[in-house]
């Protein structure tokens, strides 16, 4: 008995992870770029990684995610569906890209325009920082950055994606 108290005190409690109180799919459709990530066996070595969002008529949003490998520079792409379970919680998606497993995808954070966000998972292992556009303004990735750290993300092991695919492309033609 005395086991179990001392492993419950000695756990470091986590604080639930905060998502954004609405999401308009429509606005938040659309090609992402991804700015820099916790790293994943299942993004591992990717650069210029996209994630395009697509709401379908089922309700359920299409996502396709694409990125190229770094050592051969051939593309990759995977398709999968993400759907929001509760709808009292909109910025908390479940996506499911080898059914029946499915992940959370929760937004923590997305500007009023839409040109940038951050998502998460509670478990703190995975994070993403995504913007419209394939290069972020280094103030607002530094304040996304810092509420991760606050939110209890591990940001010394976030990686920096290159986007720099078009550039590569246009110096073969």
């Given at each position: 008995m005395m086991i179990v108290f001392a492993a419950l005190f000695s756990c470091k409690a986590r604080q639930e992870l905060p998502t954004v109180k609405d999401l308009d799919i429509s606005k938040y459709s659309g090609t992402w770029y991804e700015i820099v990530r916790m790293p994943s066996s299942f993004e591992k070595n990717l650069k210029c990684v996209t994630a395009t969002y697509t709401p379908m008529e089922s309700g359920k949003i299409k996502v396709l995610?694409?990125?190229?490998k770094i050592s051969s520079g051939k593309s990759e792409e995977?398709?999968?569906s993400a759907k929001v379970p509760d709808d009292d919680f909109p910025g908390r998606l479940k996506v499911t890209f080898f059914w029946p497993f499915a992940g959370?995808?929760?937004?923590?954070e997305c500007a009023d325009d839409y040109s940038w966000a951050m998502v998460g998972d509670p478990s703190r292992k995975y994070l993403w920082v995504l913007n419209r556009e394939a290069q972020m303004d280094e103030q607002k990735l530094g304040d996304r950055l810092k509420i991760a750290a606050e939110l209890g993300?591990?940001?010394?092991?976030l990686e920096y994606i290159a986007h720099d695919c078009a550039l590569e492309s246009e110096k073969t033609e």
């Open positions: 995610n694409r990125g190229v995977i398709t999968g959370n995808y929760y937004v923590i993300f591990d940001v010394e092991a």
